[in-house]
């Protein structure tokens, strides 16, 4: 987002909210090499790190000349990443391919999604487009024949049309946004194995902030709820091109090295492990102007969030964005404190500044912390 991106004095914090998405131990790294250089501070400090600056970068030169395998394999790897990286950019430029093939988005999900912003909607409307795509109609029936939201307990419904009539309008507003995205996210984000769930468990929490957060503005809730879902639209593009583009050139350069008979090589290539630092440049440079893009892709007419998801991307200050983008910004910085606070990766000047550059007030902040946006709640009649 271009307002993180473009205030120094929280880049910072937002970045390293980005990096915990990735895994916790990586944030923490992270957080560890920051506080190192804000220690440094005397001049007597610095001339000790200099002098021992030297003394290591003479061992270097030494281990280096000893032993040019070591020399060897930093080669390999920078030519690798490098290589992944151009062909990962050739792939986010294309957001064509990035919409069908990686993202695989049907003409009915953003229709439904738009449907469901008109006064003049019913259920009866969406029936047709959820029915057509198999995997929504499947986890509606699984919704409602959940035990909480079940009538009698020995009675099951089949039907997704049924089940669209049971959940109901003003449920749907809430369902529909969640379970699209939700189909969306990546499959497997190994080697990051807990990155899907933290996507998931980040998207859902910017949805339901916003959601809380526009109906204390008095704004139009599912308009801040939907476009707060798929803010996050560009996050899961870039997991999913990334790694999957990641692992196949790795595979790639195996098996042209297998069969080569290199053996130097392969055996270099079998330790390489896929660095998570390429993919926080990816998501920090691309996420939110990704966002943009796609949605711009799906041509909305009547539900107004392709222009707060500009303004999420591209607008300097919080003042000069929409009603909604201001939002969901706010939602945003509410999700990175509070998931930064809870493995202890924010100090409290970090979060007063946060929120101060987002003008969240006492009140939002209070609102917020006794609200779950965690959890989606439907009522039934």
Not at 13 to 24: D, E, P, R, T
């Amino acid at each position: 987002m271009q307002f993180f991106d473009n205030n120094d004095a929280i880049s910072a914090i937002y970045q390293q909210a980005i990096s915990l998405s990735i895994s916790k131990e990586f944030a923490e790294q992270r957080r560890g090499k920051i506080n190192l250089v804000d220690f440094q501070g005397s001049e007597q400090e610095n001339r000790r790190r200099e002098l021992l600056s030297v003394e290591v970068k003479a061992q270097q030169e030494k281990i280096v000349a000893a032993h040019g395998e070591e020399h060897f394999r930093k080669q390999v790897m920078a030519t690798f990443f490098a290589q992944v990286n151009k062909q990962v950019n050739d792939e986010f430029d294309n957001k064509a391919y990035l919409y069908n093939s990686v993202l695989s988005i049907e003409d009915a999900a953003p229709t439904i999604l738009e449907l469901l912003s008109l006064r003049a909607t019913s259920v009866n409307k969406i029936k047709p487009l959820a029915t057509s795509l198999p995997w929504l109609a499947t986890g509606l029936v699984s919704l409602v024949n959940k035990p909480q939201y079940r009538k009698r307990a020995d009675v099951q419904v089949n039907d997704a049309n049924l089940a669209l009539s049971y959940i109901g309008l003003d449920n749907l507003k809430l369902v529909m946004p969640t379970f699209i995205l939700k189909h969306w996210l990546p499959t497997n984000t190994a080697p990051f194995s807990l990155m899907k769930r933290k996507l998931w468990n980040d998207s859902l929490s910017i949805a339901l902030a916003s959601n809380v957060l526009a109906e204390h503005a008095g704004a139009n809730s599912y308009i801040a709820f939907a476009t707060g879902m798929m803010s996050n639209i560009g996050n899961l593009a870039i997991t999913r091109c990334f790694l999957s583009t990641y692992n196949r050139m790795y595979k790639q350069e195996l098996r042209e090295a297998f069969n080569a008979k290199d053996k130097r090589l392969h055996n270099i290539l079998v330790k390489i492990e896929n660095p998570p630092e390429l993919l926080l440049e990816q998501l920090i440079l691309r996420s939110s102007k990704l966002s943009a893009e796609l949605i711009e892709l799906m041509n909305f007419d009547r539900l107004p969030i392709t222009e707060a998801m500009f303004d999420l991307a591209y607008t300097e200050t919080i003042e000069k964005m929409s009603p909604v983008a201001q939002i969901v910004t706010k939602a945003k910085a509410y999700v990175s404190y509070r998931s930064l606070a809870k493995t202890n990766l924010i100090c409290d000047e970090e979060s007063a500044l946060l929120f101060e550059s987002v003008k969240l007030t006492k009140a939002e902040i209070s609102l917020l912390n006794k609200s779950d946006i965690d959890h989606i709640k439907l009522k039934f009649n």
